[in-house]
């Protein structure tokens, strides 16, 4: 049997068309945005039930897939993970990244690693989104009270919440 390598392009190029995750999970269509917006808003009035939904699991698909935009994590979601408490950790970890997501698809922010400016701005929005979802929390599981996270309520609360996130410890080097 011999080898030809002359058929391994079209069979490339037909697999590269048929797949859905380059078709239509890359794209990022008006139509794609706005779902985006939807879950960040669902998810700041229920993250668990959002995070659950048909529509979290394909946004966390999405981030994990789509090939023009880097979401990664920041010092405010680094934070939040020491400062929060049982399952929400979970929770304020998917909120973060549909947080962040809704603000750089919004601003068009493919990589916020490329800028300082455009870094601070999406964790400063990621933070945001973090205090939403705890607030939100808060009355269905008070025993997830953190006294961390209420400091940056009160930071929020008073406008400092961009200053309280400047004093955070830097990400971790990887």
């Known amino acids: 049997m011999s080898f030809r390598p ?3 392009v079209p069979v490339t190029l037909i697999a590269a068309a ?3 995750l380059k078709a239509d999970q890359n794209a990022l269509s008006p139509e794609v945005r706005d779902r985006i917006q939807r879950i960040a808003q669902a998810s700041d009035k229920d993250p668990l039930a959002t995070m659950a939904s048909a529509d979290g699991k394909w946004l966390m698909k999405w981030m994990d897939d789509v090939a023009d935009y880097n979401f990664g994590p920041d010092k405010g979601a680094f934070w939040a993970m020491s400062a929060a408490k049982g399952d929400l950790r979970k929770a304020l970890q998917f909120h973060h990244g549909a947080s962040t997501a809704a603000y750089q698809v919004e601003h068009q922010i493919r ?5 300082a400016e455009d870094a601070e701005a999406v964790a400063l929005a990621g ?3 973090l205090l939403r979802a705890y607030e939100s929390l808060l009355p269905k599981r008070p025993e997830n009270r953190s006294e961390k996270m209420d400091e940056a309520l009160v930071s929020r609360n008073k406008g400092e919440l961009a200053a309280f996130l400047k004093a955070l410890p830097p990400l971790p080097k990887r």
Do not use: I, N
């Open 127 to 129: 933070l945001e989104g």
């Open 111 to 115: 990589d916020p690693r490329k800028k």
């Open 6 to 8: 002359t058929l391994l």
């Open 18 to 20: 048929a797949s859905p």
